[in-house]
């Protein structure tokens, strides 16, 4: 989407820079505004003229306007000479402000302050918006030590204007949108409740009146992804906007917008896609059809229709944008420039891949001209242009790019940034592409060794996804194509897992205290600025001041960030189990499998395929690459894509001919080609490859018509490491069993009472089986004597942030609005996110199952497979989940869960084996009208095991 929190900002500053005091719209608004339209043009005369027929306004407001016109109007025409420029400036200082040009607008707010130090009284509130101004340009521009300009400015509008002005409020509004945009979202929470805070306590204001600092704060809280709270904030604002100003109003447009912008992160895209719709609707009447707000809300539109896969309309919307800031800026502003490479990207996923070339052409030379050529934008434009040079199958070119891209990405970040792994891992696509095995080779070792130094840095599990495209299984593949089985294996699972590894193993389950996680976050902004620093001036003479004081802050941010780190068990991962030891917790008749994919230009690529075994080498096996149809769709995307359809579909479904040819070919792309080394074999455990993600292996079909689930018992592990880790554990001495059962939903108590007559377990439902309650049972450890935990409710999953994915329990009682905004304490919202569950829950289960939809769904990722909950879950305790990988059938999925638990009560049954009973039963299932109403795969394939499958 478009950077919607920093145009808030500028949005927010532009405010503060007008002078205006709220956002509602009372008489000493209007009249406010006016006084400063006329003082900006000269008119001191008719501005007092103004000011004195209005009886609106706060007294301090109006006593400090008033000493202003008194002086410009007291006969001293050098006063008068000085305080119409510094007001006209502030015209200018505004105008260059919106462009987004920050050093055009610097030396005008430079000479405004001057001019009015010159003037006015140290604590008039003219000189501190004036301070406040030129701040914010300051700190925007990197400058983070300006910050002390706000201070001071605070000090004189307090003395000036008391405790709890408007002008205070907006200030500290100011302040924490600064802070947003420059990425301390600790410090831009801590000032907007601080503004909210004050604004609450101001005179005359009615709680109805829109706020610009609670819509600062709801995008803080959106990018710290407390999501119940900014969507708690928004519509509430929403619900003030239309209470104030009625239907069609351009503070409607932006709530609505604003909503949109939550409901997209929230991953509701179609609820997102109507706001923004609405929003749209109501800014082309009152702006019309080619304002850049109407640009702006047409860009968001277009992500979240992006989102739902009508790419052809996103394209559209994207033109639509692209026209009005073509008309509304120069051809070379970054905002252009960024609309085109947005376009560019529509594109290419539509494989008009001439049409991309193009566009990424057309945004580069805006991109340099307008933030320089040696800019991380421009890196990334001259990587995108590489990317589908290399889809026209124009390698030479390709690579020249992406090396350009590479040059400019060292330049900027050093050799430890995850920009830089993952162009060198790209550029040795490139290489094994042109056959040259042994330059792809040691492109892969640095980009593997940049990567680990990126990870380390970063350290911290909010952060971690971003980096999980790991160039290691990359390498193991050159290492197979070498003949180097061993090696290759090592790389590749050190590649596999490694978010979920690196919390299990480094950092007690990834949970760590709250003051422990502020000194975290405190020290990743400090670091941030330290290297912002340090990236203008390094290029300097070694003599210089501004150098050496940068390099001496960095060297003190890298050694406070050390410090933290350490106090939070973070260090180097820890190096994966390797072959032999993984083999020690696998028994003769088991074999551990996975597949590794990496396109290369053209329609070219690999695949291969590996088996590890209680004994010997691993085995790797080159397999057929499939480049996919007319659109790019592989057979594992179709398949997936058709069951997807048939779990959707309302009526019993049969299985048609397209599906069983699409399964039959993935046994002869996958399986087929490893049956040589699966002799003997009675187990399959499989480490999620990125094709496959979301498409169960035990639906595949033999030559014979025979499923993979009838030849071998299915599970699946993160990572080769983390099955081991988990079978060295060993069972805990849990032996009770909880059953949360959603008690709206038809089937959901059934099947609970159906399990509790099995295995004897507790059944909450209602109010028992709410956040608030289970939160407070995790926190005083019961939870940890609960064998199995079963949860028969909704769940949602979140593709761009997994953290976010959530177990969907019963309401919670509503909370005053402005207490529940300024209180810090948990907000339960009745959605069990991944994120809660690593900061409050800790387990001994041996398995936890999700039998809602869906379950086992999340943001698809390199070397990860799907994460989501199920990781979650494994990250605090437990050995083994069982989940969904698409919409459940209610009746299927209650027969297979009854069937699951009667077995997995026989002593020595594992989850696996109890799972792969209770699908057979299921799919064998006759009607009384003789009827097989489950041999469907999408009614017995959708449920897995993930972890220990003993």
Not at 72 to 98: K, P
Not at 605 to 612: A, R
Not at 843 to 864: I, K, M, P
Request: aromatic share 6%.
């Amino acid at each position: 989407m478009a950077p919607l929190s920093r145009t808030l900002f500028f949005r927010m500053a532009l405010v503060w820079m007008l002078g205006a005091t709220t956002a509602t719209a009372d008489d000493w608004t209007e009249t406010a505004q006016r006084i400063r339209e006329l003082r900006a043009a000269g008119s001191y005369e008719e501005a007092r003229s103004v000011l004195e027929t209005s009886t609106s306004g706060p007294a301090a407001e109006r006593l400090a306007e008033a000493e202003v016109l008194d002086l410009a109007l007291s006969g001293d025409l050098a006063v008068r000479a000085a305080l119409a420029e510094a007001d006209s400036l502030h015209t200018v200082v505004e105008s260059e402000f919106s462009r987004g040009r920050l050093q055009a607008a610097r030396v005008p707010a430079e000479r405004r302050l001057d001019l009015l130090r010159g003037v006015l009284p140290e604590n008039h509130p003219d000189l501190a918006r004036s301070m406040v101004d030129l701040a914010t340009i300051r700190m925007v521009s990197g400058e983070p030590e300006a910050e002390s300009e706000f201070h001071e400015a605070a000090r004189r509008l307090r003395a000036r204007l008391g405790e709890s002005s408007e002008a205070l409020t907006l200030l500290y509004s100011t302040l924490g949108g600064v802070e947003q945009a420059l990425g301390d979202l600790e410090s831009s929470e801590r000032w907007l409740r601080e503004a909210v805070a004050i604004e609450s306590r101001l005179p005359n204001r009615s709680s109805d009146e829109w706020s610009y600092p609670l819509t600062i704060l709801a995008r803080v809280l959106d990018q710290r992804g407390e999501l119940a709270r900014a969507e708690r904030i928004d519509r509430e604002q929403l619900r003030r906007a239309l209470a104030s100003y009625g239907e069609e109003h351009e503070q409607v447009a932006r709530s609505l917008n604003n909503l949109g912008t939550t409901l997209h992160h929230l991953g509701e895209y179609a609820d997102a896609r109507d706001h923004f719709a609405r929003a749209l609707e109501i800014r082309r009447k009152l702006l019309g059809e080619s304002h850049p707000d109407v640009a702006t809300t047409l860009n968001n539109l277009a992500a979240s229709v992006e989102a739902l896969g009508d790419l052809e309309e996103a394209e559209r919307l994207k033109r639509e944008t692209l026209r009005i800031r073509r008309a509304t800026y120069d051809e070379d502003h970054r905002w252009v420039a960024a609309t085109k490479t947005s376009l560019g990207l529509n594109l290419r996923r539509q494989r008009r891949l001439a049409e991309s070339e193009s566009m990424f052409r057309e945004a580069l030379p805006a991109l340099e001209t307008s933030l320089g050529a040696a800019h991380p934008e421009v890196a990334r434009g001259w990587f995108n242009l590489a990317m589908v040079l290399a889809d026209r199958d124009r390698v030479e070119e390709a690579e020249e790019a992406g090396r350009r891209a590479l040059r400019i990405f060292r330049d900027r970040y050093g050799d430890s940034h995850r920009h830089i792994a993952n162009t060198l891992r790209w550029l040795a696509a490139i290489r094994t592409d042109l056959g040259d095995l042994a330059g792809a080779e040691s492109l892969l070792v640095e980009a593997c060794e940049t990567h680990d130094r990126a990870r380390r840095r970063i350290a911290t599990e909010e952060h971690g996804e971003f980096f999980a495209g790991s160039p290691e299984p990359d390498l193991a593949m050159v290492l197979a194509a070498r003949s180097r089985p061993l090696e290759a294996f090592e790389a590749a699972e050190r590649g596999n897992g490694r978010l979920l590894e690196a919390a299990l193993l480094t950092a007690g389950h990834g949970r760590i205290s709250p003051e422990v996680r502020a000194r975290r976050e405190a020290a990743a902004a400090s670091l941030g600025r330290a290297e912002q620093r340090w990236s203008r001036t390094r290029d300097r003479p070694a003599e210089d001041e501004d150098r050496r004081t940068a390099e001496l802050d960095l060297i003190a941010a890298q050694a406070v960030w050390a410090d933290v780190m350490s106090a939070i068990g973070a260090r180097p991962l820890v190096p994966p189990f390797g072959a032999r030891r993984t083999q020690t917790a696998l028994v003769p008749q088991t074999a551990l499998v996975g597949w590794l994919d990496r396109p290369f230009a053209g329609a070219r690529g690999w695949t291969w395929g590996w088996i590890l075994r209680a004994e010997g080498e691993p085995q790797w096996v080159r397999l057929p690459w499939d480049p996919g149809d007319a659109n790019g769709a592989t057979t594992a995307a179709r398949l997936h894509e058709a069951l997807d359809v048939a779990a959707a579909w309302p009526m019993r479904v049969t299985e048609d001919e397209v599906t069983r040819m699409n399964r039959r070919r993935l046994w002869d792309d996958r399986i087929g080609p490893l049956l040589p080394f699966l002799d003997g074999i009675d187990r399959l455990i499989v480490v999620p490859a990125d094709e496959l993600a979301g498409v169960p292996v035990e639906c595949f079909l033999d030559p014979e018509g025979r499923c993979v689930a009838d030849r071998w018992e299915i599970s699946y592990a993160p990572s080769a490491t983390l099955l081991a880790w988990l079978a060295q554990q060993g069972k805990g001495d849990a032996v009770d069993g909880l059953l949360v059962a959603d008690s709206s939903l038809p089937r959901a108590t059934e099947e609970c009472r159906a399990i509790r007559d099995v295995i004897g377990a507790e059944l909450i439902t209602g109010e028992d089986g709410s956040e608030s309650r289970l939160t407070l049972r995790a926190q005083s450890g019961d939870l940890e004597r609960f064998r199995f935990i079963h949860f028969a409710t909704h769940a949602e999953t979140a593709s761009d942030r997994p953290d976010r994915s959530a177990v969907v329990l019963p309401p919670e009682p509503p909370r005053a609005f402005l207490s529940a905004v300024l209180d810090t304490t948990p907000w339960f919202d009745g959605r069990l996110t991944a994120a809660e569950i690593l900061r409050e829950w800790d387990l001994d289960a041996e398995l936890v199952t999700l039998s809602g939809c869906r379950t086992g769904r999340g943001r698809a990722v390199s070397g990860e497979g799907y994460l989501g909950l199920a990781q979650a879950f494994l990250r605090v305790g437990a050995h083994a989940v069982v989940m969904s990988l698409w919409d459940v059938d209610d009746r299927a999925s209650a027969e297979l869960m009854s069937r699951f638990y009667r077995r997995l009560a026989t002593p020595g049954v594992g989850a696996a084996e109890a799972l792969a009973a209770a699908r057979t039963e299921l799919r064998d299932l006759r009607d009384p009208d003789g009827s097989f109403p489950f041999r469907h795969p999408v009614y017995w394939a959708g449920f897995i095991v993930l972890g220990d499958p003993a």
